[in-house]
T-cell receptor, first 113, second 114 residues
Framework: DAKTTQPPSMDCAEGRAANLPCNHS???????VYWYRQIHSQGPQYIIH???NNETNEMASLIITEDRKSSTLILPHATLRDTAVYYC??????????????FGKGTHLIIQP | NAGVTQTPKFQVLKTGQSMTLQCAQD?????MYWYRQDPGMGLRLIYY???????DKGEVPNGYNVSRLNKREFSLRLESAAPSQTSVYFC?????????????FGSGTQLSVL
């Protein structure tokens, strides 16, 4: 799996868009980008994933650059409840043979009132 | 629909004691996982079970054993607890096929070994 680099922490004002960057310059053509978040003392929560097209769901948007070497997770209107550690994970589709995900240290996003 | 349920939520053990952490999911998922998380660190995979009847070691399996009791349940056993096993333990599950990487996590078990 390709290595990812994320800033250790970020601040964002409540109500503004939170843009979380992730660098994955060694990503391979068959590797997806996954985002999870972990609110304090809870289990991680899946947010979104994508291969090369931008993706949007009810939680967030994922923008992947054309060369796929970096991506940005966007929380369009951040609330205090979005304060969490956000993990960017790059992983090839396992072909049905699940063997888990590798979580790094992520970005601690703090939403300021 | 409870998702992934872990018991207990908190546990204190003395060095050398044994215990089993229980995990059950009601989403009919094939794959289940056990992770540990130490302060300031990411999650590390202990063991996983890709399907009922199979288990495999993850990144940090030493000191642990697992049992995939049936499709719903996946337990983690500490035979002789050590202070280095003080951690928060998370169980997770995932659906078969192309959704294997979409994991659903339980709320965790906070374990202290004195």
């Amino acid at each position: 799996d390709a290595k990812t680099t994320q800033p250790p922490s970020m601040d964002c004002a409540e109500g503004r868009a939170a843009n979380l960057p992730c660098n994955h310059s060694t990503i391979s053509g068959n590797e997806y980008v996954y985002w999870y978040r972990q609110i304090h003392s809870q289990g991680p929560q899946y947010i979104i994933h994508g291969l090369k097209n931008n993706e949007t769901n009810e939680m967030a948007s994922l923008i992947i650059t054309e060369d796929r070497k970096s991506s940005t997770l966007i929380l369009p209107h951040a609330t205090l409840r979005d304060t969490a550690v956000y993990y960017c994970i790059v992983r090839a589709y396992s072909g049905g043979g699940a063997d888990g995900l590798t979580f790094g240290k992520g970005t601690h996003l703090i939403i300021q009132p | 629909n409870a998702g992934v349920t872990q018991t207990p939520k908190f546990q204190v053990l003395k060095t050398g004691q044994s215990m089993t952490l229980q995990c059950a999911q009601d989403m009919n998922h094939n794959s289940m996982y056990w992770y540990r998380q130490d302060p300031g660190m990411g999650l590390r995979l202990i063991y996983y079970s890709a399907s009922e009847g199979t288990t495999d070691k993850g990144e940090v399996p030493n000191g642990y054993n697992v049992s995939r009791l049936n499709k719903r349940e996946f337990s983690l056993r500490l035979e002789s607890a050590a202070p280095s096993q003080t951690s928060v333990y998370f169980c997770a599950s995932s659906a078969p096929g192309r959704f294997n990487e979409k994991l659903f996590f339980g709320s965790g078990t906070q374990l202290s070994v004195l």
